[in-house]
């Protein structure tokens, strides 16, 4: 089972989002790349990345690392402390009241992720489907 | 974590005079043609503080767009107030919302009222919502509408200091709403009260709330509509129109709104006949995940209406009152629609309020949605 945030966490999360019919409907018209910013708390020594491409319901890239200098300018960050992406994981958190609480912030078009957010909530429903240790 | 918020609210009969006491010296009415026709606006006038100076903006069209707010905004500089009124239905109160805002924060693009930017408002002025209809909830909500230019779109500007400093609600303000308005605006408030009280963001603020509006609006707009002058009838719908305003502002609308929007850049046709026209298939569609909500609306209503589901129960309520259930009673060719179908799926959802329905549904069952009014 991987752990999160890790390489293989992230492979995995990918796949499964790739073969999630739901995202692929909802983000059919989605042009964008959007980096997970996983930053560090009391449970979580280092900050961790995950870019993801997506491209018309489709995740055509992916860059997991611990270095920031690594990743890819990006559209849009969605960025959250560890224990707060857990919670969001396991559905304790919804992605759009994370950003209105604080928990999450957003860096991008909040009034275009806003006609996205179909998308955006199977990206975090395929997130909890991941075997998450 | 999540948060409860209202204006602070005066309401019941003679509610408007607590304008006299405030301490404002220069105020902007925002409000439309017909309002100032119908002398609602010297009304409002003349409850102002002795003393105090007004200006009357009152060209607010309907479903205003971007241009609109911003064609009005140099006469309010320039009048430089310390007070904003929108007064009117959701196009005026939603104006005055942007315009307060604008003529706040001049260096603003519109498209940062979003709940992420902090706007630092009330420098110059305050603002104060007082409808004239009982429907939009709007003088108790933190968002604004505004359409594109071609109004193709509408766009929703958020943010939590938009909200008004008061909501006042005057049955004497809508005592004298032609019928036609009432029910269009009224059964707005009862999707707010439904789609809020099954939100998926729902809450046990915004429950009471959705409760009551319920009972209080269904309970009297069929007296309303038979005795328009029955001022306690009038005033118990009003009320029950904002409460469902405070209801969806903090747990989000649904479905039925998200069809409603697209139906309405489609077709121009009221947004309460839009809502209103989905409700009862997008109950139907949701019932399995909104049970226990359904049941305690439903109970809310007169017993005659109430028919073993939600949806069967506003379809009864509905039929009563004379709503369109179906795209030929609202004046749009079916044709027009069927050859619209995939373009209103489309649109529909863009919208939040098919995140925060009570259950969600793909493309395919939107599609259906759509089809089962036709
Ligand atoms: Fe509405």
Redesign the pocket.
């Known amino acids: 089972m991987p752990k999160f945030p890790t390489e293989e966490w992230a492979s995995e999360y990918v796949e499964k989002l790739n073969s999630n019919p739901a995202y692929k409907d909802a983000g059919k018209n989605w042009e964008g790349d959007i980096t997970f910013v996983i930053k560090s708390d009391d449970s979580f020594d280092k900050d961790a990345f995950l870019y993801l491409d997506l491209h018309h319901g489709e995740c055509r890239g992916s860059k997991f690392t611990v270095d920031s200098s690594e990743i890819p300018q990006s559209e849009f960050k969605y960025i959250g402390k560890y224990t707060n992406w857990i919670r969001l994981i396991n559905k304790e958190i919804d992605p759009i009241q994370g950003i209105l609480t604080g928990k999450f912030k957003l860096e991008g078009s909040m009034m275009k992720i806003m006609k996205f957010t179909k998308a955006a909530k199977e990206m975090v429903s395929t997130a909890s489907t991941v075997n998450t240790e | 974590m999540w948060f409860f918020r209202s204006p602070e609210i005066v309401f019941g009969e003679d509610a408007l005079s607590f304008l006299n006491g405030l301490d404002f010296r220069k105020i902007v009415i925002i409000t439309d043609e017909n309002i100032k026709k119908s002398g609602l606006a010297s009304m409002v006038q003349r409850s102002l503080p002795e003393g105090s100076s007004s200006l009357v903006v009152s060209d607010i069209p309907e479903e205003p767009t971007l241009a609109d707010i911003k064609k009005r905004l140099n006469a309010v500089s320039e009048f430089a107030p310390d007070l904003i009124i929108g007064l009117g239905g959701g196009s005026s109160m939603d104006a005055a919302k942007a315009i307060f805002a604008i003529y706040e924060r001049p260096d603003l693009d519109i498209y940062d009222i979003t709940p992420l930017v902090k706007l630092n408002l009330r420098s110059k002025a305050k603002l104060i919502l007082v409808p004239t209809t009982s ?3 709007s003088e108790c909500t933190w968002a604004a509408v505004l359409s594109d230019e071609d109004h193709s779109r509408k766009n929703e500007l958020a943010s939590t200091e938009i909200i008004a400093d008061f909501a006042i609600l005057d049955p004497a303000l809508v005592l004298r709403l032609p019928p036609g308005i009432t029910r269009n605006t009224a059964v ?1 408030a009862i ?2 009260a439904v789609e809020a009280r099954s939100s998926q963001w729902r809450n046990y603020y915004s429950d009471i709330f959705a409760e009551k509006a319920m009972e209080l609006i269904t309970q009297n707009l069929p007296i309303v509509i038979k005795d328009p002058e029955n001022i306690r009838a009038r005033e118990e719908v009003h009320i029950g129109a904002s409460m469902a305003g405070i209801a ?1 502002s903090n747990s989000q ?1 649904g479905l039925a ?1 998200a069809m ?1 929007h697209s139906l309405g850049a489609h077709f121009r046709i009221p ?2 006949i839009t ?1 209103a026209l989905y409700l009862p298939q997008v109950v139907e569609f949701s019932e399995p995940d909104a049970r226990e909500s359904y049941l305690s609306l439903m109970n809310k209503m007169p017993e005659k209406f109430r028919k073993g589901n939600l949806a069967d129960s506003l379809r009864a309520f509905f039929s009563e009152i004379g709503q369109p259930l179906n795209v030929k009673d609202c004046g749009i060719d079916r044709k027009e629609y069927s050859g619209r179908l995939e373009s209103l799926v489309a649109l529909a959802e863009e919208s939040t309020g098919c995140v925060t329905n009570p259950r969600e549904a793909s493309s395919s069952e939107l599609r259906e949605l759509f089809e089962n009014v036709m």
Do not use: I, R, S
């Open positions: 429907g939009t909830g707005d999707t707010h969806f609308v709104h409603g947004h309460g809502v």
